[in-house]
């Protein structure tokens, strides 16, 4: 994955929001959108600072809406979208085993996910899946991984480290871990926040890939970043703005941002998959879909 800058994931994921919330019923809650009561975030929302009171009524404000992103088949919907984008394929379980690097300056990525050696969350993971079970076969590399964490180095990791990577990926609970860190760090946090937005099931899938994509950096290129930029130039469902007008300009930055350090880096991830659903009024991202991505077409029947 290619992120923008690096982030502690463990602060990430253990961090509350800073978002307090109330809810009313807007007229278009009786749009089939999949976001529900409409919450009303009074701040922008970002790692940290959020009191233990406010973090309680969030969850149950959260727990009261439909599941949206959230429901199985809607999660298992989003996995594939992003597998097409992140290696052209709707097989996103045949990619635990998958590493390489592939020069984007964050060292070896790998996984289900795009964990990166360079972005702190490799290592997450290798360190909670070797408290769980420390013979495994890559334990043996954590000083190494420690050692290149934010920077793009293979010292220390090769020649064995990709071959221990895919071996280890045979386990289930690799597997497991892998699936449990992209919870942690990118499904949950991403899809909260868009119901805390006031967002459907398409909204949520667009924050779940800017956070994949981006990164969960509160810089300018970073998910939290991106988000606060947003809010500036467009209103929230949840602050009684227009979904798809917010949304449009979410994804504007997003592309703006993938293309700031690259700019012949492809965009069709955004051009002709999410911003087709958006402008098809797709916001419960229904099936029947077929987006394109890299020219490659793609389909998930009904």
């Known amino acids: 994955m290619k992120r923008a800058g690096c982030l502690v994931l463990s602060f990430v994921a253990v961090a509350p929001l800073a978002t307090a919330a109330v809810y009313f019923l807007s007229p278009d809650d009786k749009q089939d959108d999949g976001a529900g009561p409409r919450p009303i975030a009074s701040a922008p929302a970002r790692p940290g600072n959020q009191s233990e009171a406010e973090r309680k009524a969030d969850d149950k404000a959260i727990a009261s809406l439909p599941p949206g992103l959230a429901a199985p088949e809607k999660k298992e919907l989003a996995q594939q979208i992003v597998a097409s984008a992140e290696n052209s394929t709707l097989d996103w379980r045949g990619q635990y085993g998958y590493i ?58 090769d020649p064995g480290f990709t071959a221990a990577w895919k071996q280890e990926a045979t386990h289930k609970a690799f597997r497991d871990v892998q699936e449990k860190e992209r919870d942690r760090g990118y ?11 006031g967002l459907g099931t398409l909204g949520q899938f667009i924050y779940y890939d800017a956070m994949v994509l981006h990164g969960p950096g509160t810089g300018p290129h970073g998910f939290y970043g991106l988000r606060e930029a947003a809010l500036k130039e467009a209103d929230t469902p949840a602050q009684d703005g227009r979904e798809k007008a917010y949304l449009d ?32 009024g797709n916001l419960s991202l229904k099936t029947p879909l077929t987006w394109k991505v890299y020219g490659e077409t793609f389909r998930i029947p009904g």
Do not use: W
Not at 112 to 140: M, Q, S, W
Not at 265 to 275: E, G, K, L, P, Y
């Open 100 to 157: 390489e690097d592939i020069d984007d300056g964050q060292g070896y990525t790998a996984g289900i996910i795009g964990f990166c050696t360079g972005t702190h969350d490799l290592l997450t993971l290798v360190e909670r899946y070797t408290k769980a079970h420390p013979d495994n076969g890559l334990a043996r590399y954590l000083p190494a991984l420690r050692e290149v964490d934010g920077t793009d180095s293979h010292e220390g990791l």
């Open 249 to 280: 300009v979410f994804l504007d930055l997003r592309r703006k941002a993938m293309k700031s350090k690259n700019p012949d880096r492809d965009t069709t991830r955004i051009d002709t998959a999410q911003r087709q659903f958006l402008y098809d």
């Open 187 to 197: 499904f949950d946090p991403a899809v909260r926040l868009a119901k805390l937005d």
